[in-house]
């Protein structure tokens, strides 16, 4: 399908910093956040010992992973104090028997954390018309982002209203690999509308075009 990109009204993504730390741009397919970028990348300096660090240039598999066209999802989790919930691209179709997704998100997070303690967390698929959703779920504080975001629960956890899709689903594993975690869900509910996606190319947002009614299918 083809992809129409436009410029985000906040900016380019690159400019969205990663204030809980789970952030979109930190998956395994995607840039880390600027946040984290080490004072030496891979491939421009030495060692401690002198000798040259292994590795690729950063920079250069930075801009190879933005080659990567993504979707935008915001996870969400259910707290005692309220909905939690990040902006994350690092997301899959792990498999059908059973239905089961996977995510990244980075370990040191607060949404990992309530995740954790819940057991449960839905995968939120942003559409088109929901992108400013994508960087206020990615800056400012955590416990803001829902406010005057239209939302409901199912099986106990926050979904967003409207999205292109929604998967919610159980904490089955989670593991942890450098500086991320993964997890897997089982999926218990799952539903779609006929909205266009969200979608990154070269860090910046563009939109699926010509949206397909499942039904219509």
């Known amino acids: 399908m083809t992809v129409d990109i436009q410029t ?8 969205w910093p990663a204030a809980d730390g789970a952030g979109h741009r930190a998956a395994p397919h995607a840039p880390a956040p600027y946040g984290d970028r080490p004072a030496t990348a891979p491939g421009h300096g030495p060692a401690a010992d002198g000798t040259p660090e292994p590795g690729v240039d950063r920079a250069a598999f930075r801009q ?8 935008v999802t915001v996870i969400t989790s259910a707290t ?7 902006t994350a691209t690092a997301v899959l179709s792990l498999s059908l028997e059973p239905a089961s997704v996977l995510v990244s998100l ?4 607060r949404t990992l954390a309530h995740i954790r303690e819940s057991g449960a967390f839905a995968v939120n698929v942003l559409s088109w018309e929901q992108r400013s959703l994508a960087g206020a779920f990615a800056t400012g ?12 629960r199912t099986h106990g956890v926050p979904v967003l209203d ?14 942890d690999l450098l500086d991320h975690t ?24 563009g939109q699926v075009a010509e949206p397909v009614d499942p039904a219509a299918r």
């Open 106 to 109: 980075r370990t040191a997070g």
């Open 80 to 86: 005692p104090d309220g909905p939690s919930g990040c």
């Open 8 to 15: 985000l009204c906040e900016g380019p993504v690159s400019a």
């Open 141 to 152: 504080d955590p416990r803001r982002r829902f406010d005057r975001v239209r939302h409901s």
């Open 182 to 205: 993964l997890l897997i869900g089982t999926a218990r509910h799952a539903s779609s509308l006929p909205h266009a996606p969200m979608v990154l190319l070269d860090g910046v947002a």
């Open 162 to 175: 409207g999205c292109a899709a929604t998967v919610v689903c159980d904490l089955s594993e989670s593991v």
């Open 64 to 71: 190879v992973m933005a080659r990567f066209p993504s979707f």
